[in-house]
């Protein structure tokens, strides 16, 4: 197999593409930023107590979950799912280029590198070695869900409308997403989500989906599908 191709990102972290995919990790936007402003500050604006639960889809380079460990509200406990395919990545990354921000958790890095799981007073991390699409239907209520699969053109099985009915059955709080596709956005409005985007200019927009009333500005739906006439086809 063609070896993983390491890229540089905009605001100095590393990410990687993927041969089999064909897809990066993380948009050329940097992958801390994209994480930050796409995932965890979304995130945990809106979920603020003192035991969260966040599944991670997928685990990747992991810088959803180490990104939710450095940036956690104060004295909360995490406990993270996240299913990952691949094994072998996850076991390379205790030599992955991270940013120097990640060098407080490099411990943490390396035990879930090893073994796929981490465990101290306040943190818990279970990467499954599973399809994500079995593992979901196995997992409790979660709070936050970080939906981070490579697109809907190669990864067709985590953006369905059976994936997010299963999704949907965890009963988040939260779901956030890079992807801002019409299909992605109906499936999830579908399901009785509102949608949201976030509000900061200087990176593309994705989408936040919650069942709750949340501070963000919220995406006109029913005047969108209104223009759309194939709501199947892909706008991303
Ligand atoms: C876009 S990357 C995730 C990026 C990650 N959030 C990060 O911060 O690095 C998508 C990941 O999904 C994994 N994957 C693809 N299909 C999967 C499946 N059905 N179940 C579990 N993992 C899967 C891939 O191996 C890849 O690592």
Redesign the pocket.
């Known amino acids: 197999m063609t070896p993983f191709i390491k890229i540089p990102t905009k605001d100095g972290s590393w990410t990687l593409k ?1 041969p089999h995919f064909n897809e990066c ?2 948009s050329s936007e940097g992958a801390i930023t994209e ?1 930050l402003y796409k995932h965890v500050y979304p995130a945990f604006k809106s979920v603020n107590q003192p035991n969260i639960t966040i599944l ?1 889809i ?7 979950t180490f990104l939710s460990i450095l940036n956690r509200p104060k004295n909360s406990n995490l406990k993270i799912y996240s ?4 094994e072998k ?1 996850v076991k390379s990354l205790i030599n992955f280029e991270y940013p120097k921000e990640f060098d407080s958790i490099k411990d943490i890095i390396n035990e879930i590198s090893k073994k796929g799981y981490y465990k101290d007073s306040s943190v818990e991390v279970e990467v499954a070695f599973e ?3 079995t593992y979901i239907t196995t997992l409790p209520q979660v709070d936050i869900v970080y939906q ?3 697109s809907p053109k190669v ?1 067709t ?2 953006w369905t409308i059976e994936y997010f009915r299963d999704i949907d059955n965890l009963n988040p709080q939260i779901i956030t997403t890079y992807s801002v596709a019409t299909p992605i956005r109906y499936a999830l409005y579908t399901l009785g989500y509102t949608l949201y985007t976030h509000e900061y200019e200087h990176i593309r927009k994705g989408t936040i989906a919650s069942k709750h009333s949340l501070n963000f500005e919220q995406v006109d739906f029913e005047q969108k599908l209104q223009r759309v006439t194939n709501p199947f086809y892909y706008t991303d």
């Open positions: 993927n990790y993380h994480t991670d997928c685990f990747g380079l992991g810088f959803n299913p990952e395919l691949d990545l399809d994500a699409r981070d699969a490579f990864n099985s985590l």
